[in-house]
Every structure is written in structure tokens, then in C-alpha cells.
T-cell receptor, first 116, second 111 residues
Framework: GAVVSQHPSRVICKSGTSVKIECRSL??????MFWYRQFPKKSLMLMATSNEGSKATYEQGVEKDKFLINHASLTLSTLTVTSAHPEDSSFYIC????????????FGSGTRLTVV | GDSVTQMEGPVTLSEEAFLTINCTYT??????LFWYVQYPGEGLQLLLKATKADDKGSNKGFEATYRKETTSFHLEKGSVQVSDSAVYFCALSEGFQKLVFGTGTRLLVSP
């Protein structure tokens, strides 16, 4: 089946530095990639949606200059947390959709970001 | 807008007990409905789905039926195992739009 590889699985960084998270679709072309943030014991909050070759569409309240999303190819999307602060510590999950089906979502295994 | 409401957790059961996790939704059209499962420290895995009214999704002993008249998609399993302990998310997607998730329900199964 479809697999999305997300890494790193865990990262600790110092406050003020930037962190890049990668998601790769291993055996299919991800025309759309979704990036979520999950707070402890809470649901997933959609941060942004990106289509290959286009600028990402950010949800209301998400700082686009802080959370940089790149979807330069059909198999790779990246989320860069710039100038990270402790409040950015969270679990980030990507999800890839192949084509335009409304049920073909495959999730990455998530990245636990801790900013110290 | 579209929304999904799940029962509050945690749901605590003994092994082999019957499980029901309630899920209701609000949508303007005819969404597809999903249940996802998240094990500790991991991403989400699709558990089952239903794309139209009266469809029944099933997988690994779990079932859910798309009830348009009650706008519900309750998750059931006849006999839970310790390994079923996880967080379960109900979700919908309308047209080719994004997934909308419920808040998740934590299931704890004790031996």
C-alpha cells in the first residue's frame, strides 16, 4: 500500500534555530500534501495544504513566515519551522493524497519537535 | 462549516468487552466518513471508511455504518483486546476537500 516516510521522528533544537521536517511518498505521487499539528491529548489541527508546484494555502491563524512549506516535487514536501520557540514544541504530522480521490490519504508517522 | 463530534474519553474497558465510540457529523453535502487510529508516538492509520449512506466499513473486527438519517458513524467492536488501546479519530471529507477530524477518543483496554 501507499507509504509516506516522515523524518526525523524526533528532534530537539535550541530556541531561535530552524528545523526542517521532510515527508516523502515512497510509491505514489502525492499531488496534495497536508501538514497538521497535534497538541497533547488534542485533535489534529490542519496548518496548511500544498499542491505540487504551487504555494501552500495556510489555515487561518497559522503564520506562513514561521512555518515554511515547500512541495517542489510529487514525492517530497518539507515543513520548516523557522526561529523556533518553546511554544512551537508539538507533534507534526504530514498527510499525502494521491490524485483527487477524497479518501486516498496516507499519513506520515509524525515528528516530535521539542524546542529548548 | 463541516464538523465532527466524538464522545469524550477516555473509554476504559476490560479485554473482550464490547466497544462503541460515538461519532456524529455536520456537513453541507454528502461526505465520505473515516475512522483513523493513532498508537502512542505514531501517525494516523486508516482503520475503515464509508463513502455513501448505508455503507458499512470494516477492518480488524471494527465496524461502522454510515447513517445519513442520524448523521452518525459510530465505531463498534465486539471484543476488544489490549492491543486496541489507542486514540481513535472520526473524520469526514467532502468532495475533494481536506479531512475534518473529531477531537479523538482514547481507548484503554485492560487485561
Amino acid at each position: 500500500g501507499a507509504v509516506v516516510s516522515q523524518h526525523p521522528s524526533r528532534v530537539i533544537c535550541k530556541s531561535g534555530t530552524s528545523v526542517k521536517i521532510e515527508c516523502r511518498s515512497l510509491d505514489f505521487q502525492a499531488t496534495t500534501m497536508f501538514w497538521y499539528r497535534q497538541f497533547p491529548k488534542k485533535s489534529l489541527m490542519l496548518m496548511a495544504t500544498s499542491n505540487e508546484g504551487s504555494k501552500a494555502t495556510y489555515e487561518q491563524g497559522v503564520e506562513k513566515d514561521k512555518f515554511l512549506i515547500n512541495h517542489a516535487s510529487l514525492t517530497l514536501s518539507t515543513l520548516t519551522v523557522t526561529s523556533a520557540h518553546p511554544e512551537d514544541s508539538s507533534f507534526y504530522i504530514c498527510s499525502a493524497r494521491q490524485g483527487t480521490t477524497n479518501y486516498g490519504y496516507t499519513f506520515g508517522s509524525g515528528t516530535r519537535l521539542t524546542v529548548v | 462549516g463541516d464538523s465532527v463530534t466524538q464522545m469524550e474519553g477516555p473509554v476504559t474497558l476490560s479485554e473482550e468487552a464490547f466497544l462503541t465510540i460515538n461519532c456524529t457529523y455536520t456537513a453541507t453535502g454528502y461526505p465520505s466518513l473515516f475512522w483513523y487510529v493513532q498508537y502512542p508516538g505514531e501517525g494516523l492509520q486508516l482503520l475503515l471508511k464509508a463513502t455513501k449512506a448505508d455503507d458499512k466499513g470494516s477492518n480488524k473486527g471494527f465496524e461502522a455504518t454510515y447513517r445519513k438519517e442520524t448523521t452518525s458513524f459510530h465505531l463498534e467492536k465486539g471484543s476488544v483486546q489490549v492491543s486496541d488501546s489507542a486514540v481513535y479519530f472520526c473524520a469526514l471529507s467532502e468532495g475533494f476537500q481536506k479531512l475534518v477530524f473529531g477531537t479523538g477518543t482514547r481507548l484503554l483496554v485492560s487485561p
